[in-house]
């Protein structure tokens, strides 16, 4: 069995998720690339980036609203590579949808992705971690810090997502796995880019010119810093949030 470490990425095929897949490449780890059928984003690209860098990859679908699919996701990098060292529960949706017309359907589905998803990607990989292992959880401004009409579900999720983080730190600390959360900005990413669900390229465009760094953000600039909750570096470092949104959540608006 190779010594090499091992990292598992949920919603790996674009964004955020083939930026992470990436970096945890470039720092050595093998990585199962997590992807989703209905996703039109092709993972075979986050494979050939991973490959680019000279790291090792396998692509492997996933649906994170099934328990069983996630225990399988994780089952393969398993039987793969034979360890298991780091977890990015990065697989999210995005849907409008106003609070008054809103149905259970429309609430359901999105905290089914993205709050019970990253709740079973935690639990699966959770069973296999040994000390010095991490799972990062991608939440979002929109309920890790501000609220967001028309996407009160969205928020919800968001928001638990870091209440889960900082109980599974207290709970697995004591066994040396980290476990914490990263809140992004606004980032340019093909779910922000949505005009009809997001904000849309010219959102984004607007953003910008009162975003305090003067730009949004790349999905790099989040993934790096996953790369960094997921290495040795960041060895005391659990139960946090960190936001990566250029200074947007602590700027005054004229």
Request: charged residues 20%; without cysteine; proline residues 4%.
């Amino acid at each position: 069995m190779s010594a090499a470490p091992v990292a598992v990425v949920t919603g790996a095929a674009s964004g955020i998720g083939r930026e992470t897949a990436v970096v945890l490449a470039r720092s050595g780890h093998r990585v199962a690339i997590g992807t989703y059928s209905g996703d039109p984003h092709d993972p075979e690209k986050t494979l050939a980036a991973v490959q680019e860098v000279g790291g090792e990859g396998a692509v492997v679908e996933v649906d994170v609203r099934s328990t069983a699919s996630v225990d399988a996701f994780v089952g393969a990098a398993l039987e793969r590579w034979g360890r298991l060292d780091v977890a990015v529960a990065n697989a999210g949706i995005l849907r409008e949808a106003a609070f008054a017309t809103m149905t259970d359907e429309q609430w359901d589905d999105i905290l089914q992705v993205d709050l019970h998803g990253v709740m079973r990607t935690a639990r699966a990989a959770a069973r296999h971690l040994t000390a010095g292992g991490s799972i990062t959880a991608i939440s979002s401004i929109a309920g890790g810090v501000y609220g967001w009409q028309a996407h009160a579900h969205y928020a919800t999720a968001k928001a638990g997502v870091l209440g889960l983080v900082r109980s599974l730190a207290v709970e697995y600390g004591p066994v040396g796995v980290r476990v914490n959360a990263i809140i992004p900005g606004l980032i340019e990413t093909p779910q922000s880019s949505d005009p009809v669900n997001s904000l849309g390229p010219d959102g984004l465009k607007r953003a910008g010119e009162y975003i305090p760094a003067g730009r949004v953000g790349r999905p790099e600039e989040v993934a790096e810093v996953v790369g960094f909750l997921s290495s040795s570096a960041a060895s005391y470092v659990s139960g946090q949030a960190i936001v990566v949104d250029g200074a947007l959540t602590v700027a005054m608006r004229d």
